[in-house]
């Protein structure tokens, strides 16, 4: 299985890794700490005995391991789908709580246990050394997750460009003479009686979702008003083929129109919910399309219908093309996932983030 873009650190390995560099900074600490030692004090004690002043450093590595287990959580973990740069700037908030944890916890327990610390001018230290330390191990650890994710696009990008070859391919194939297509619609379209308008119209738009499709093939971005045309036209069709059982409602932020996207990102979803959802049910049903443009400017995508749902999501994603299609763009390049979720009392909503 190939990594995604959206890689991040292992949970289990990082925070054995976070507590054998605690432990082993500790050794080397205390070591120091032995060694710097007056000599007849040395003389009384053995370099495993137990010592106040030594050993309170492990208590400190202790309690820094802690609280900085729990900042990685929340920066690897909880906040990992936010971009790098928000994420650096949260440490401008868990900085000063793990100092917190590493000088004033840590005197805490000390006087507690009746260990020692150190006193007046000399608890500056126990601000620098611990800052020092938290922002060489969190570079260590930013290093490597960018390493992961650069790996992981870099991995993904080389898939992609292998099955947009492929893909490539198959568009030759399919589009022989798309010209000589054309012209047979032209002729079909002149040899049907003017009476006849709504079958022109249907043909008309036929050779549009064509030229579409065609196009898609050979560009990587679009205005999205042009998804739109292509989808309307496709329902269009859809709906002299079904008359009263199909309705179909749009939702859609006339702002976002102008945004660029993917070529055929939004309409195989739209296929998809009339092929699997709405054409399966006697009465017909409802499809619903909303695009929308949020405040942080992301665009959001919902399709939705109450036809007769999909029973194994799983099994649906992995074997329909058209789900399993955007599911891959949206992942490989926008970093976003497909939502999918059944709608009460019956059908499908699947929306997106771009």
Known sequence: MTAKPTAYLATGRSLLAILGLHLLFSVLYHITLWFGMQESIR??????????????AGLQFLVMCVAFSLIWLVHFRWLRQLKTGYRLSVHLLTLPIFIFFAKDLFYLLSDLLGDAHLEAAGQIWDVFIPAMFYLVLFGFFHALDYYHRSRARMVAEAEW??????????????QLNPHFLYNVFNTINASIPKEQEATREMIADLADLLRYQLKAS?????????EVSAIKKYLGLEKMRFRDRLQIHYQIDQAALKRKIPPMLIQP??????????SHETKG??????????????????????GKGIEDLEAAMSQGFGLRHTKERLEKFYQSEIKIESQSPQGLCVSFVL
């Open 43 to 56: 003389a009384e004690k053995s370099f495993f005995s137990w010592n106040r002043y030594v050993d309170a």
């Open 218 to 226: 050979e560009v990587d971005s679009i205005n999205l008003e042009e």
């Open 161 to 174: 460009q292998a099955n947009a070859l492929k893909n490539e391919l198959k568009a030759i194939k399919a």
């Open 285 to 306: 049903g409802s499809l619903h399309l909303s695009i929308q443009l949020r405040e942080d400017g992301t665009l959001e995508v919902q399709v939705s219908d109450d």
């Open 269 to 278: 979803l739209v296929e998809n919910a009339i092929k699997h959802g709405i």
